[in-house]
């Protein structure tokens, strides 16, 4: 599924009071790098390896937001998986898409998770509720559209500062987008059902998959798993 802007990402972008901004200014790689805290990453990968440039490329915002205008994707159907909040699978259930005008997501978001959802912002590393595992088993539901997206079981300590898991809940319930903005190639996450950006897909992840998806605490809520 493909629901990138019909209208020009310069058109679309919009800044938001004490939330790094997406807009193609914004978005200009030599503009990041002289960016504080990103000098700071940089110099730093030099000294400690690899690791803390994955946290780099993790940070760079993704593509230009998708709802700038209304009606850029329509409402479906599409087909997820199903779980109530026992973690219990229900199967797979073909369900209308959410659609919201940038307005109807500003009335159920906070300005800091509509930056991360509608317009692919990244949180700062170990700013988010969740870069921590759980103390207690539970599901993470999207903060949009409450899709079931990733089960606790699969979550591990990346050290990155961002929640992370090595696979999602079922694969139909997160859509994958190629990402070629700032000469890279990245695998951004999104939610399937209201299509919003979640974090990235990498492929330094643990066993059993190999994988880890890379989220953004601020695209979730974890819900308990209490006993049915
Ligand atoms: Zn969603």
Redo the contacts with the bound molecule.
């Keep these: 599924m493909d629901y990138r802007p019909t209208e020009p990402a310069a058109a679309l972008g919009r800044p938001i009071a004490g939330v790094r901004k997406s807009d193609p200014q914004e978005s200009d790689m030599s503009h990041s790098i002289n960016h504080p805290r990103r000098r700071f990453l940089i110099g730093a990968s030099a000294v400690f390896g690899t690791g803390l440039l994955v946290g780099l490329t993790r940070w760079l915002p993704a593509r230009a937001a998708s709802d700038g205008a209304a009606g850029t994707r329509d409402s479906g159907p599409v087909t997820i998986v199903a779980f109530d909040d026992h973690g219990k699978r229900l199967g797979r259930r073909t369900v209308q898409r ?1 659609v919201k005008t940038p307005a109807q997501w500003r009335a159920v978001l906070t300005p800091a998770q509509y930056h991360i959802l509608r317009e692919h912002g990244t949180e700062q590393p170990f700013s988010g509720r969740y870069y921590n595992t759980p103390a207690q088993h539970g599901l993470y539901r ?1 903060q ?2 409450d ?1 079931a997206l990733y089960d606790s079981a699969t979550q591990f300590h990346s050290g990155t500062g961002w929640p992370s898991f090595y696979q999602p809940i079922a694969p139909e319930n997160v859509t994958e987008h190629v990402d070629h903005s700032f000469g890279m190639t990245r695998t951004e996450i999104s ?1 399937t ?2 299509g ?1 950006h979640l974090g990235h897909k990498f492929h330094d992840g643990p066993k059993p998959t190999g994988l880890r998806y890379c989220m953004d605490s601020l695209a979730l809520r974890f819900v308990p798993i209490t006993p049915a």
Aim: charge should be positive.
């Design positions: 959410v999207c949009g559209c899709n939610c059902r209201c919003g």
